[in-house]
């Protein structure tokens, strides 16, 4: 079994073990690897299963017909815009190529949702088949000189969208999709020195991306300045015995948001597509999501938990209050995604029954809890929470199962084809519109500082299930209870 070439494969490309339904052999047999080079062409050799989807692959992009119904349809918008409802693979790529118009927009929506339809290596290959403009279209041109105008300007454009491609979405590219893409510069920089500027761009771009993403965690960390308001450390900060309650709700709070940024600013538009996080096949590619899922479940479980383990109402009244107050430094920080988490524990209905432990509440954090609810409230498909986020400004981490909402509500209410094989680039501008919003709060991290000490403890709260927490919920609380017989 040792030497099996499946097995050395499978060891080298699956991390988890769901990601095994996101690949195919294609029937082919796989020599054993001999080296580190050989396995990473091996790894290449998988695909990511596309069910019912005809490939373009087997029609060379030069080949494909005119535009006609069986490969590219428009429609009008409200505006009476011609937009594109719907194109094969190689239309699209044909028409953010174009030379008869720059499609900005369209190029941004193509490269951040063409994994929910094509495969990175794919597009790459569709790339340097349209770069690689044939001779034996030149009988359509009234002379060499305009066949070579068009060329150069088809290959200026493709270069320019493999540019963009690698700068906004770097992390698309594997190591052996980086080094397909330096060989083949090389090549086109010996057969056409004319493209030598351009080619040297691509070059560039991936140097820079390169030390770019050695650099995302430093800078989300380096963004302290002066102005940096000074953590409020208590006395016992180096002590083993450091509790939640020894810390500053504000101070909690912010460490909060640096815990939760850090998560929230890793998202790669991957993980938004086909609803990745809810389907057990392709969970592997939404590992930033679901730690978002995580955290979110897990601060909520914790917060009741907190609240529920205190026997005495007095001192479950006091937990209650300091839950309360973080809550609000929450939504002063912008960062709905925990403010949500705390609110849900608050609404659960382990903690929204204790009537007498709430009914102890100072009226300051009565009146606190009123107005949160009315921010994190699902009425009318949460109008507060969204007319307030589209009026604040970053740094702000938005409530994320808004989003995951929208994007499923999007996923199961359009298809992904047209006849089988016209991708459908209406949805696939849906898609974009929501993955744009949660990108605009990515940009600018919190200026705090970290206080270790803090971020640990919040990692490591306990927790019970929900079933436990109920049973506890009901002893310290019993139904039926009078005020009397609660301590």
Known sequence: MENNPLISILQLSIKN?????????????????????????????????????????????????????DNFITSQNIESQITIKSATLNKLIEKITSQNSVRSRL?????????????????????????????????KFKSVEEFNKYKSIIQTRTISVLKIWLERHFSDFNHALIEEIIIWIAKQSQNN????????????????????EKNILQNVINVQSMDTPEPKIPKNIFSKQLTLFDIDPEEIARQMSILDFKDFSKIKPV??????????????????????????????????????????????????KMVINVAEHLYNLNNFNSLNSVMAALASSAIYRLKFTFKELPNKQLETFKKLKQVVKGDN????????????????????????????????????????????????????????????????????HPVYQFLELLQNLPTLDSEQLYSLSLEIEPKNASQNEIK
């Open 17 to 69: 073990t769901e990601k095994i339904w996101d690949f195919d052999i294609n029937n082919c047999v796989v020599p054993i690897p001999n080296s580190n080079t050989d396995q990473i062409m091996l790894v290449d050799k998988f695909h990511p299963i596309n069910e019912g989807i005809i490939d373009d692959k087997e029609i060379n992009i030069w080949d494909e017909p005119e535009d006609c119904e």
């Open 193 to 212: 020195q004319k493209n030598i500027f351009l080619l040297t761009q691509i070059t560039n771009a991936i140097e820079k991306q390169k030390k770019q």
């Open 107 to 139: 190029i941004k929506v193509f490269l951040m949702t063409y994994q929910s339809f094509t495969t990175s290596g794919k597009l790459l290959s569709k790339l340097f088949q349209r770069y690689e403009v044939p001779k034996t279209i030149i009988s």
């Open 381 to 448: 498909n949460f109008k507060n929470y969204r007319q307030l986020l589209n009026q604040i400004q970053p740094p702000c981490i938005p409530f994320m199962g808004v989003f995951l909402s929208d994007l499923t509500f999007i996923e199961d209410g359009n298809p992904d084809y047209f006849k089988r094989r016209l991708i459908n680039v209406l949805k696939c501008n849906l898609i974009y519109g929501t993955i744009e919003q949660i990108q605009r709060y990515q940009i600018k991290a919190y200026n705090l």
């Open 271 to 320: 993980e938004l597509l086909n609803c990745a996080w809810s389907k057990a096949k392709l969970k592997s590619r939404s590992k930033n999501v679901l730690k978002i899922i995580d955290r979110f479940n897990q601060i909520s479980n914790s917060i009741s938990y907190l609240i529920l383990k205190k026997g005495k109402i007095k001192q479950r009244v006091k937990v209650l």
